[in-house]
């Protein structure tokens, strides 16, 4: 049972308009939810974090939007470079859990921004 | 600060050999994470440690996986006897706290191929 979805595998945008990447989560325990970013052959890299208590946090281009009541969690890139081309993963962790430490991630979408 | 460092980058192995992958975490991390990355599931947790101890092995696929974290600095996973479906990436990452806010510190990874 996959509680963390992104149910896009892929998305391809131009240089310099919106890219928007959405994930939706099962598990109403969560209270923390990440963006991560993989280039090929690397390891993923953290992006962008927000918690339950909050509905949007925003770090430069990057702005992660969060409906509980829909469990459904975007992240937005303004304006979309070609550098930005990479695959991400949206996680989720319940920090109230016993597995306190533990990050369920979703399937991951491949982000292609045209020149 | 060298960051995540895992051993091998690539694993060729035959069907029934055994497998074994190495990680070091960042100094003065507390937490270990091993994931393994799959088209299917994406990035998908097999188990985590908090200060050498295991915390959750529920991710484990079988009994022929098996990891070990014998001191802060170093921790293993190992397959045996490794399978064709065994093939993918897999990731070790660390963390100083449970990772929420400030998410995961990934290596890498090695790239399994089980032929």
């Known amino acids: 049972d996959q509680q963390v979805k992104q149910n896009s595998p892929s998305l391809s945008v131009q240089e310099g308009r919106i890219s928007i990447l959405n994930c939706d989560y099962t598990n109403s325990m969560f209270d923390y939810f990440l963006w991560y970013k993989k280039y090929p052959a690397e390891g993923p890299t953290f992006l962008i974090s927000i918690s339950s208590i909050k509905d949007k946090n925003e770090d430069g281009r990057f702005t992660v939007f969060l409906n509980k009541s829909a469990k459904h969690l975007s992240l937005h890139i303004v304006p979309s470079q070609p550098g930005d081309s990479a695959v991400y993963f949206c996680a989720a962790s319940a920090t109230g859990s016993s597995n306190t430490g533990k990050l369920i991630f979703g399937q991951g979408t491949t982000l292609q921004v045209k020149p | 600060d060298a960051g995540v460092i895992q051993s091998p980058r690539h694993e060729v192995t035959e069907m029934g050999q055994e497998v074994t992958l190495r990680c070091k975490p960042i100094s003065g991390h507390d937490y270990l994470f091993w994931y393994r990355q799959t088209m299917m599931r994406g990035l998908e947790l097999l188990i985590y440690f908090n200060n050498n101890v295991p915390i959750d092995d529920s991710g484990m696929p079988e009994d022929r996986f098996s990891a070990k974290m014998p001191n802060a600095s170093f921790s293993t996973l190992k397959i045996q006897p490794s399978e064709p479906r065994d093939s993918a990436v897999y990731f070790c990452?660390?963390?100083?706290?449970?990772?929420?806010?400030?998410?995961?510190?990934f290596g890498s990874g090695t790239r399994l191929t089980v032929v």
């Open positions: 990452a660390s963390s100083k706290h449970s990772g929420q806010v400030y998410g995961y510190t």
